[in-house]
T-cell receptor, first 110, second 114 residues
Framework: EDQVTQSPEALRLQEGESSSLNCSYTVSGLRGLFWYRQDPGKGPEFLFT???AGEEKEKERLKATLTKKESFLHITAPKPEDSATYLCAVQAVGEGKSTFGDGTTLTVKP | DAEITQSPRHKITETGRQVTLACHQT?????MFWYRQDLGHGLRLIHY???????NKGEVSDGYSVSRSNTEDLPLTLESAASSQTSVYFC?????????????FGPGTRLLVL
């Protein structure tokens, strides 16, 4: 059974204070690992897909990395508009469905 | 622009009633999914479909059913609503092709069962 564990559950940062969110996973064979952003009252919005260990992707202040057991979402010099819940999900080889973690709620104070 | 829509956006019903939540996508995606999201539980998969006439149970399928008669729609039915089914429901769709696995989500339906 595929499992995804995200930590911490909640993270409060001051504007400009860089940090990382963790996503640990177990899957029979990784097809892809996904990061989504979810704002209150809205559906998740796609950020990144990572396919193999060592892969990295960046978008503005966000950088996602992948190892064989976990993924990190690094946030550099965050701004208040980065406040949201960040969800991690994995897909197994041969599957089209994803298993999601419970998310990390990020709050960035000005 | 292609999109995925859900209706209604808010629904209040009584225990024991049958409720159907609609999901419509114009991406022409083969894959469609229904999730529920409760505080502290992230997204949990209810049912999913890989194409017309194909449906599969997810991890929390009891009390729910789906049918797929065309590519665009995957309605979710609560056969006899229970208070435990009060939640926010999200529909999503994706392609089947490698490299195109990203799921695109609808805006959600907030359901209250009294």
């Amino acid at each position: 059974e595929d499992q995804v564990t995200q930590s911490p559950e909640a993270l409060r940062l001051q504007e400009g204070e860089s940090s990382s969110l963790n996503c640990s996973y177990t899957v029979s064979g990784l097809r892809g690992l996904f990061w989504y952003r979810q704002d209150p009252g809205k559906g998740p919005e796609f950020l990144f897909t990572l396919y193999s260990a060592g892969e990295e992707k960046e978008k503005e202040r966000l950088k996602a990395t992948l190892t064989k057991k976990e993924s990190f979402l690094h946030i550099t010099a965050p701004k208040p508009e980065d406040s949201a819940t960040y969800l991690c999900a994995v897909q197994a080889v041969g599957e089209g469905k994803s298993t999601f973690g419970d998310g990390t709620t990020l709050t960035v104070k000005p | 622009d292609a999109e995925i829509t859900q209706s209604p956006r808010h629904k209040i019903t009584e225990t024991g009633r049958q409720v159907t939540l609609a999901c419509h996508q114009t991406w022409n995606h083969n894959n469609m999914f229904w999730y529920r999201q409760d505080l502290g539980h992230g997204l949990r998969l209810i049912h999913y479909s890989y194409g017309v006439q194909d449906t599969n149970k997810g991890e929390v399928s009891d009390g729910y059913s789906v049918s797929r008669s065309n590519t665009e729609d995957l309605p979710l039915t609560l056969e006899s609503a229970a208070s435990s089914q009060t939640s926010v429901y999200f529909c999503a769709s994706s392609e089947s092709l490698a490299g195109k696995e990203t799921q695109y989500f609808g805006p959600g339906t907030r359901l209250l069962v009294l």
